[in-house]
Every structure is written in structure tokens, then in C-alpha cells.
């Protein structure tokens, strides 16, 4: 259908809309990231090109939940850290006590498919698994959600 806006990801809108439910509710909200050349945490704490990290306002300084990257500031054995996520990096967002929260595909871009990636972001990529009745446990890289 040409003439028609492109519509944004609704990935950024479910992960902050679970993350303020989480700090609502007095839980403790942890992103599993995957980590590749786009993404900017600490290194030594990637394990199998995957990071879980605190993203509590107890734990971060200035966060920031914007449409393409999360942003924020930690501190990672005493020393301060930028970190700068890509949305599309976030494979799960959960609570830490009860595991209750949202995993989602992960999106591949290579330089030959930005344009269909980004056409299939926009459609399928963004339906989120919910994981409301099932606790994400970790599971050597990957989060594993077990009924």
C-alpha cells in the first residue's frame, strides 16, 4: 500500500511498558541482551554473545528507553560504564523475582537484507512471547522458559 507512513517497532513500547510495570510492582527488571559489534556493554561480562543486565532505576543512571537503543549508565565492579543497547538486541525483559515478562525474536541484519528487515521488523518481528505464566530461567546463553 504506497502513500502510507511506515510504522514504528512496537518492541521499544512493550519493553518499557514491562519495565514500568516491573518498578511498579516493587520488582527488579533484567534485560537479556545479545551482544554483537553494535552493542556497547562490558565485554568481559558477555557469555556466548549474551549479557543479562539490571536495568532497575536502583541500578542505572540515566536510563533511557528510546526507539532504537537503550541507554544508561552502571557500574560494573566499582567502576562506572556507558552502555548503549539496540532495541532490536533485547531478546527478553523479565522480573528478576518471579520471571515474569516478555521474550522476543531476535532480528538479523546483514548489509544485503536492511531493507527487509526492516520491512519484517515492522510486521513480524515485534510479536512479542509472552511469558507471564512461566518463569525464564537461564539455560547455559539463552533464556529457556519452562511451563
Same mark, same amino acid.
Given at each position: 500500500?504506497?502513500?502510507?507512513?511506515?510504522?514504528?517497532?512496537?518492541?521499544?513500547?512493550?519493553?518499557?511498558?514491562?519495565?514500568?510495570?516491573?518498578?511498579?510492582?516493587?520488582?527488579?527488571?533484567?534485560?537479556?541482551?545479545?551482544?554483537?559489534?553494535?552493542?556497547?556493554?562490558?565485554? *568481559?561480562?558477555?557469555?556466548?554473545?549474551?549479557?543479562?543486565?539490571?536495568?532497575?532505576?536502583?541500578?542505572?543512571?540515566?536510563?533511557?528507553?528510546?526507539?532504537?537503543?537503550?541507554?544508561?549508565?552502571?557500574?560494573?565492579?566499582?567502576?562506572?560504564?556507558?552502555?548503549?543497547?539496540?532495541?532490536?538486541?533485547?531478546?527478553?525483559?523479565?522480573?528478576? *523475582?518471579?520471571?515474569?515478562?516478555?521474550?522476543?525474536?531476535?532480528?538479523?541484519?546483514? *548489509?544485503?537484507?536492511?531493507?527487509?528487515?526492516?520491512?519484517?521488523?515492522?510486521?513480524?518481528?515485534?510479536?512479542?512471547?509472552?511469558?507471564?505464566?512461566?518463569?525464564?530461567?537461564?539455560?547455559?546463553?539463552?533464556?529457556?522458559?519452562?511451563?
Amino acid at each position: 500500500m504506497d502513500g502510507l507512513p511506515a510504522l514504528t517497532s512496537t518492541r521499544p513500547y512493550l519493553i518499557r511498558a514491562m519495565h514500568e510495570w516491573c518498578s511498579d510492582n516493587g520488582f527488579t527488571p533484567y534485560i537479556s541482551v545479545f551482544v554483537d559489534k553494535n552493542t556497547l556493554v562490558p565485554t *568481559e561480562h558477555v557469555k556466548d554473545n549474551e549479557i543479562i543486565l539490571n536495568v532497575s532505576y536502583d541500578a542505572t543512571s540515566g536510563l533511557q528507553i528510546g526507539n532504537e537503543f537503550v541507554h544508561f549508565k552502571s557500574r560494573f565492579s566499582g567502576v562506572v560504564r556507558d552502555l548503549m543497547i539496540p532495541i532490536n538486541n533485547i531478546q527478553a525483559i523479565f522480573a528478576k *523475582e518471579n520471571g515474569q515478562g516478555m521474550s522476543f525474536p531476535k532480528v538479523t541484519v546483514t *548489509e544485503d537484507h536492511i531493507a527487509q528487515t526492516e520491512s519484517a521488523n515492522k510486521t513480524h518481528a515485534d510479536t512479542p512471547v509472552d511469558t507471564t505464566e512461566a518463569a525464564p530461567k537461564r539455560s547455559r546463553s539463552h533464556l529457556t522458559i519452562v511451563k
